[in-house]
Antibody, heavy 122, light 109 residues
Framework: QVQLQESGPGLVKPSGTLSLTCAVSGGSISSSNWWSWVRQPPGKGLEWIGEIYHSGSTNYNPSLKSRVTISVDKSKNQFSLKLSSVTAADTAVYYC???????????????WGRGTLVTVSS | EIVLTQSPATLSLSPGERATLSCRASQSVSSSLAWYQQKPGQAPRLLIYDASNRATGIPARFSGSGSGTDFTLTISSLEPEDLAVYYCQQRSNWPRPITFGQGTRLEIK
């Protein structure tokens, strides 16, 4: 079955750029799904960061849009997140997730990676 | 942005009891609402989508109801493994932003 696996540095310096990759295995990133990033600060709730389709189309959370770039690499069956100008407030577990489309024309997360903790600290 | 408000913040019940969790939207989301379960140290898991449809493999004791601005997740008879934080999520009218509620923590006595 399809699995998602996040990877990237666990420690990023303030003002630097956070970079993560999500590898999709057991299926194609070119399927009829959108692919997304969600984060969760320690002990807090979930925050949607943004999403990408295999064509390269993207949508971002307006609160993060100025600092976020999500890209896709179909040859490697993976997608990536870059978050610039990070501060301690960006410390969180970062999840990649798959969005599926329902018959009622809605989108929900049906598959999640295990998550990776990224700490912003000098 | 549509804000989702969950209540109560924490719910403490005994095995076999019925749990009722609420999610209220700041404006109508029709039936565009999902519920997720997040156990300690794990990623969230989809329980309910389109307000009332159980996801694949979800036990029948989980059910969802509601439309518009008021939604409910009901666990008919609690099991010890239902200890988790439960989140609601909406996306009304793609590609508007996805938002989550702040979560309800369910404790099993």
């Amino acid at each position: 079955q399809v699995q998602l696996q996040e990877s990237g540095p666990g420690l990023v310096k303030p003002s630097g750029t956070l970079s993560l990759t999500c590898a999709v295995s057991g299926g194609s990133i070119s399927s009829s799904n959108w692919w997304s990033w969600v984060r969760q600060p320690p002990g807090k709730g979930l925050e949607w960061i943004g999403e990408i389709y295999h064509s390269g189309s993207t949508n971002y959370n307006p609160s993060l849009k100025s600092r976020v770039t999500i890209s896709v690499d179909k040859s490697k069956n993976q997608f990536s997140l870059k978050l610039s100008s990070v501060t301690a407030a960006d410390t969180a577990v970062y999840y990649c997730a798959r969005l599926f489309y329902t018959e009622n024309s809605n989108w929900y997360f049906d598959l999640w990676g295990r998550g990776t903790l990224v700490t912003v600290s000098s | 942005e549509i804000v989702l408000t969950q209540s109560p913040a924490t719910l403490s019940l005994s095995p076999g009891e019925r749990a009722t969790l609420s999610c209220r939207a700041s404006q109508s989301v029709s039936s565009s609402l999902a519920w997720y379960q997040q156990k300690p140290g794990q990623a969230p898991r989809l329980l309910i989508y389109d307000a009332s449809n159980r996801a694949t493999g979800i036990p029948a004791r989980f059910s969802g109801s509601g439309s518009g601005t008021d939604f409910t997740l009901t666990i008919s008879s609690l099991e010890p493994e239902d200890l988790a934080v439960y989140y609601c999520q909406q996306r009304s009218n793609w590609p508007r932003p996805i938002t989550f509620g702040q979560g309800t923590r369910l404790e099993i006595k």
